[in-house]
T-cell receptor, first 114, second 115 residues
Framework: AQSVTQPDIHITVSEGASLELRCNYS??????LFWYVQSPGQGLQLLLK??????LVQGIKGFEAEFKRSQSSFNLRKPSVHWSDAAEYFC????????????FGKGTHLIIQP | GAGVSQTPSNKVTEKGKYVELRCDPI?????LYWYRQSLGQGPEFLIY????????DSGLPNDRFFAVRPEGSVSTLKIQRTERGDSAVYLC?????????????FGPGTRLTVL
């Protein structure tokens, strides 16, 4: 069975600074990988996903993520954060060829300092 | 177009009662998922429908939980004899055709509180 680890429960970043949120996964083959964002009172919104091809994936809102097979990682990055980026971020893995739902990490709470 | 909608947005019930939570997926989406999100946790998979049938119900915690999707569109999650531990946000998602790479679109959730 697959699993996802997000080692950082909280991260505080100054507005305008760069951001990297860590995600490590466990899966027997190359998985499908996702990053979702959840703002207070909002549903989960997909930022980006990886399923094949170029290991650097571009998403919405200026986010990108890089799949590194050797490190079983899929870290999310943004070069310059905005106050509106404050939210909960979830990394998730989906099984190839399966009908299962996604397996999510516990999330990273991003706080933006002015 | 309209996204995934869930009703009610909040539900407060007493221990031992029966509750139903409703999900309206995006029109034309054949796959529908239910997840449960406890405080401070990521969503946890409960059940997946492909059309009218439950393709994977391995995430349902016990036989008090049941879900249906009789016409392949709207789904209802049913919880019998509710317990305080069932308190959580219940999320519904739909995708066009299912499968691991398909994007799942989430609803706003139903916050269930069992007193």
């Amino acid at each position: 069975a697959q699993s996802v680890t997000q080692p950082d429960i909280h991260i505080t970043v100054s507005e305008g600074a760069s951001l990297e949120l860590r995600c490590n996964y466990s899966y027997g083959a190359t998985p499908y990988l996702f990053w979702y964002v959840q703002s207070p009172g909002q549903g989960l919104q997909l930022l980006l996903k990886y399923f094949s091809g170029d290991t650097l994936v571009q998403g919405i809102k200026g986010f990108e993520a890089e799949f590194k097979r050797s490190q079983s990682s899929f870290n999310l990055r943004k070069p310059s954060v905005h106050w509106s980026d404050a939210a909960e971020y979830f990394c998730a893995v989906g099984a190839r060829g399966g009908a299962d739902g996604l397996t999510f990490g516990k999330g990273t709470h991003l706080i933006i300092q002015p | 177009g309209a996204g995934v909608s869930q009703t009610p947005s909040n539900k407060v019930t007493e221990k031992g009662k029966y509750v139903e939570l409703r999900c309206d997926p995006i029109s034309g989406h054949t796959a529908l998922y239910w997840y449960r999100q406890s405080l401070g946790q990521g969503p946890e998979f409960l059940i997946y429908f492909q059309g009218t049938g439950a393709a994977d119900d391995s995430g349902l915690p016990n036989d008090r939980f049941f879900a249906v999707r009789p016409e392949g569109s709207v789904s209802t999650l049913k919880i019998q004899r509710t317990e305080r531990g069932d308190s959580a946000v219940y999320l519904c998602a739909s995708s066009l055709s299912g499968g691991g790479a398909d994007t799942q679109y989430f609803g706003p959730g139903t916050r269930l509180t069992v007193l």
